[in-house]
């Protein structure tokens, strides 16, 4: 491979995860703000008193703010998929492209439709249409989210598909395969509710703030009071399917799981590190890989199986292998995936040769009708990707990065849902008011669950390289064959028009949060 | 139906027309999306394998995928 192409691949890369990034600071807040504001609303209307209309006005403004200077900017991504990952597109091919086509239609629809008379429709139309418009902007919303979520599924676990050799791409053969596998589902509830429990975090920290300055009391106790039950709850679902998360992991993604730990040497019985420090050279010396840890016995072991005293691989096992345990080498991987490589290189060459023959053999070993091809798939295609890699220590993902965000992730959740839990129970016992301390931690964990959620994103991701669909295309293979410097260029004009975003976001919200809600009447 | 028709116009313009901090909102929408799609997307995004036929698509990934013959 040029160094220019490699080049193109790093920034490509790098664009891709700053674009994400800053569109993931205006996602999760739509979602749950959204969910909250039809509850409010659904008050509203249940009781008639014109104290939670206000307060839903309040919280819709802040959910107008966000919701358009969010909106679009995941159009980039896509743009960026055409453009930057042109391989990666093309190989994907209507797995990827189905369930971005309906959350695109879904969102236009739904979002666009709904939130007009969500905004426009007070007085306009009846209290209970205006509550329905509200919670079907909600459901849009959250709809949109499950496809997205869905096509970032498959990249981690490729399933419901079929290789076509003729058109290089993989074809859906199953949509409920795709839509409902198990890392689909976990991730569609862990991702959401991760969400819901950062808006309920922002209400609960802004409405703390006006009970900081004596302002708007009465909103502020009501919106807390709801909020932070909602986000209690939401945290406490988000820890059982992180829980979820990790068991799939363990048996979908191992390598990710022994990265997240930085454990190098597997073994029975293991603990989890609560709290660590990684040695800058890694387990790579086959020594211990931490200046220190504090760890749970054998809760790994648990988290992953289910089973206190259940095998968890490290690094090295899954490179090297274990026949005794059914874990091919990495090395035997990389051979078979050359394989797959070597048949698509002779299938090239007997159309460039018009050889029939040779090609009718080698469309034989794709197809998943007969035995022998659904043999060849199984044992061969299912490692095209390690076909790419130059050397078996290639499958090992940014450790230090991977250990240190999950920890962030799952140390922020933690505190989000003590902070939750007592901030509801102060709220009920009148006692709120009072413990100014606990209302300067909400107002600054505001920030923190910005910073959890994209911690969480970055563990997903992270953990998932080299690969960009697991196990059977590496990023090295999946961009597109421009200039880099195109691609440094349009990195700057992201980041420029995204941090100008951004900046309004901050400014306008912070503003409106300042004048607060309308006056009464 | 005109009547309906006529009432949803209605229903926008006035929303439009009553609008405060919505305007400033719409203003940065319509200047994101001129950004998007007037700029980025015309000048600095082309999709590489756009106008080619699904076989020559075909052909070009293959040969992105594979070593040099």
């Known amino acids: 491979m040029s160094s220019d192409y490699l080049q193109t691949v790093d920034w490509s890369r790098a664009q891709f995860a700053m674009t994400a990034v800053y569109h993931w600071l205006f996602v999760p807040l739509t979602l749950g703000l959204s969910v909250l504001i039809a509850i409010m609303e659904t008050r509203y209307v249940r009781t008639g008193d014109a104290f939670w209309r206000r307060t839903t006005r309040f919280w819709m403004r802040l959910f107008g703010i966000n919701f358009a200077i969010g909106i679009a900017t995941g159009i980039i991504l896509e743009f960026e998929f055409g453009t930057n990952w042109s391989n990666y597109s093309h190989f994907v091919g209507d797995i990827f492209g189905a369930p971005l086509a309906i959350e695109g239609i879904m969102a236009f629809f739904m979002e666009s439709t709904f939130i007009a008379v969500m905004f426009f429709g007070w007085d306009r139309v009846s209290k209970r249409f205006h509550l329905a418009a509200t919670w079907l902007t909600a459901l849009g919303a959250n709809l949109s989210a499950v496809w997205i979520l869905v096509a970032n599924s498959w990249m981690q676990y490729p399933v419901g598909c079929t290789f076509d050799l003729a058109t290089v791409r993989n074809e859906m053969s199953s949509f409920r395969e795709v839509a409902c596998s198990p890392v689909a589902v976990n991730k569609i509830f862990h991702t959401v509710s991760s969400s819901f429990t950062l808006a309920a975090l922002f209400v609960v920290g802004v409405s703390a703030w006006y009970l900081l300055r004596r302002r708007e009391q009465r909103m502020a106790r009501q919106s807390i009071a709801l909020a932070s039950l909602f986000g209690a709850v939401c945290a406490l679902l988000t820890a059982v399917t992180g829980h979820r998360s990790g068991a799939i992991i363990a048996r979908v993604q191992p390598m990710k799981l022994a990265a997240m730990e930085g454990l190098y040497r597997g073994g029975e019985g293991l603990p989890l590190t609560v709290v660590g420090l990684l040695r800058p050279a890694g387990g790579e010396e086959n020594g211990d890989p931490f200046l220190f840890r504090i760890g749970v016995p054998r809760l790994l072991s648990f988290m992953s199986f289910n089973d206190p005293n259940a095998y968890v691989p490290g690094i090295d096992e899954l490179i090297e292998g274990d026949s005794v345990r059914g874990m091919l080498p990495v090395a035997e991987k990389i051979a078979r995936g050359r394989r797959v490589i070597d048949s698509l290189a002779r299938y090239r060459e007997a159309l460039r040769t018009g050889d029939e023959a040779a090609k009718a053999g080698i469309e034989a070993l794709f197809d998943p009708a007969t035995a022998e091809g659904r043999e060849f798939l199984r044992e061969y295609y299912a490692y095209f990707g390690y076909g790419y890699l130059e050397s078996p220590r290639d499958v090992v993902p940014d450790v230090p990065l991977l250990f240190y965000s999950f920890r962030v992730m799952v140390g922020a959740g933690m505190l989000f849902l003590l902070l939750l839990a007592v901030v509801w129970l102060c709220n009920r016992c009148g006692r709120l008011a009072g413990q100014r301390w606990l209302l300067r931690t909400a107002v600054w964990v505001v920030p923190l669950a910005w910073i959890a959620s994209q911690a969480g994103w970055a563990v997903a991701e992270v953990g998932r390289q080299p690969w960009v669909v697991q196990d059977l295309m590496p990023v090295t293979v999946a961009a597109s064959k421009i200039p880099s410097s195109s691609v440094s260029v349009t990195f700057f004009l992201f980041l420029a028009l995204f941090t100008v975003l951004l900046a309004a976001e901050i400014g306008i919200m912070l503003r409106q949060i300042s004048i607060g809600p309308e006056p009464e009447n | ?69």
Do not use: C, H
């Open chain 2, 1 to 69: 139906m005109i009547s309906l028709l006529r009432k949803t116009i209605r229903f926008y313009v006035d929303g439009f027309r009553a609008m405060t901090l919505g305007r400033t909102l719409w203003m940065i929408i319509l200047l994101k999306l001129f950004v998007l799609f007037g700029v980025l997307r015309l000048f600095f995004l082309p999709d590489p394998l756009a106008g080619r036929s699904p076989a020559q698509r075909a052909e070009s990934v293959r040969e992105n995928l594979l070593p040099e013959p």
